[in-house]
């Protein structure tokens, strides 16, 4: 199969009313789980590692290569993604790897700067075949000391207006908005803006993508697609529910585990989430 790019699952998606499943791996059993989950359910899917993530759990110059050749010997299309790229350097360096989509993640700084950021990004990346992922409207983030504050998520949504300026100023290809979404396991019921996502994604015609897509329930994730959203970032819940899957059967006094178990187990429990996921999303039967 040929490697997909980012835009190309997602237009499709967008198209058809469905939502392409973006997971992040950090590891090779996490990689062989959500392509072998959208093999069984004949599924476009996207495997992403973030450059964070390659600091704390895989270079990028290890996981890039393994991700790129389990996107090419998939049976169905997988498109691999950089996701949040912070640094132009880290960027370069996955779509010199092979990369066929990046996120650039200027969302912080000011719209001007985010603009400046972007376009740089896109300019290089489409030279090179890849599609370009931005965010505007900066997520919070819940875990490692950073507590949210639910009551005042509305300040920090996307303006509609200032996303038809950015698509326009930037070329870019896919946009992440906020409407209510919390990266990292939830604290507290989240309430999404669907009348914000629905104002956004009829004045652009970019497809639109939800980050922060753990922890949302299958309803959300219909209405957000319902409303515009053509890719799902999914990460935290997974890995959280997959660890404390591992560590109760670790504590099983009857069963001898070596450590090549606990990666079968991994990709296993893995590949179990992911396929209900994708047959959530829609994306089931889309390849």
Not at 24 to 29: E, L, Q
Not at 56 to 79: D, F
Not at 101 to 114: E, G, L, R, T
Not at 240 to 265: K, M
């Amino acid at each position: 199969m040929v490697l997909a790019t980012g835009i190309e699952l997602t237009q499709a998606a967008q198209q058809a009313q469905y939502a392409v499943g973006a997971f992040n791996v950090t590891s090779i059993a996490m990689a062989r789980g959500v392509v072998a989950a959208a093999e069984a359910t004949n599924s476009p899917v996207i495997i992403q590692i973030g450059e964070k993530q390659l600091t704390n759990y895989a270079p990028l110059e290890l996981i890039g290569p393994v991700m790129l050749t389990l996107a090419r010997s998939a049976k169905v299309p997988v498109a691999v993604h950089l996701d949040h790229g912070f640094s132009y350097s880290v960027i370069m360096q996955a779509l010199k790897l092979g990369f066929s989509s990046v996120m650039i993640d200027a969302s912080q700084v000011d719209f001007n700067a985010n603009v400046a950021a972007t376009r740089a990004v896109v300019q290089a990346a489409h030279a090179l075949g890849a599609s370009v992922e931005a965010e505007l409207g900066p997520m919070n983030r819940e875990g490692g000391g950073t507590t949210v504050d639910y009551s005042q998520l509305a300040q920090t949504y996307t303006d509609p207006q200032a996303a038809v300026r950015f698509v326009s100023s930037t070329d870019v290809d896919m946009l992440a908005i906020a409407y209510g979404t919390v990266h990292g396991v939830y604290s507290q019921t989240p309430h999404l803006s669907f009348e914000r996502l629905q104002q956004i994604s009829r004045l652009v015609t970019v497809p639109l993508v939800v980050h922060g897509g753990s922890g949302l329930t299958d309803q959300d994730y219909r209405h957000s697609i319902t409303n515009g959203i053509s890719k799902i970032n999914y990460y935290s819940t997974l890995a959280f529910q997959v660890a404390n899957a591992v560590g109760q059967r670790l504590q099983n006094p009857d069963e001898q585990v070596f450590i090549s178990d606990v990666d079968n187990w991994t990709q296993a429990l893995v590949q179990a989430e992911v396929v209900t996921k994708l047959q959530v999303f829609g994306s089931a039967g889309k390849a």
